[in-house]
């Protein structure tokens, strides 16, 4: 018995069809890939690069100090707050919790900042589809404008622990 080495062309020839969904695959990703830079400019979905380096204990202060002012409730434990009509809003970010609740006016823009006094957290309103990273030492400020009432969940989409699926807020807008 002799061993045969393999064919030296053991390809075959690509068909038709084969031709046109390899092509219609490359102009699909090339056509994905330049809407990136272009949806940059026409999507309106970029954060307002309004930052602040702040002190996670200094936020954690204003947000507390805040929350007192303005709060007209509590749900389980966590006040419900509602600012002026658009005044600012503080929103904390920690281990494992949104803090407060907040209470909104629809139609109403609102200067929203965030902070988390402990780790990385992923700022998500639910179910919009609305992603923002949240770093401690970072305040960051959003300018929100709620235009249907309801009550809207707020989640973390940033693994942030053993806890990170327990860390769910609320706003509500009336
Ligand atoms: Cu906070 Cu995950």
């Known amino acids: 018995m002799t061993i045969h080495p393999p064919e030296r062309i053991w390809w075959k020839p690509i068909s038709g069809a084969e031709r046109v969904y390899i092509s219609a695959a490359l102009l699909f990703s090339l056509v994905t890939f330049f809407l990136m830079p272009v949806w940059h400019f026409l999507g309106a979905q970029n954060p307002t690069m309004q930052t602040y380096r702040v002190d996670k204990a200094e936020y954690l202060q204003k947000v507390m100090a805040w929350a007192d002012k303005y709060k007209v409730g509590e749900q389980a434990g966590v006040p419900v707050v509602e600012p002026p009509p658009g005044a600012d809003v503080y929103l904390l970010a920690r281990t494992f919790q949104w803090y407060p609740v907040l ?58 622990g053993l806890g990170h699926h327990l860390m769910v807020g609320k706003l509500i807008v009336e």
Do not use: W
Request: charged share 15%; proline share 5%; aromatic share 14%.
């Open 103 to 160: 209470k909104l006016k629809a139609g109403q823009t609102y200067r929203v900042h965030v902070s988390s006094s402990d780790l990385v957290h992923g700022l998500s309103f639910q179910p919009l589809n609305m992603n923002f990273m949240v770093l401690p030492g970072y305040e960051y400020i959003l300018y929100v404008t709620p235009t249907q009432k309801g009550e809207f969940g707020i989640v973390c989409n940033e693994f942030c």
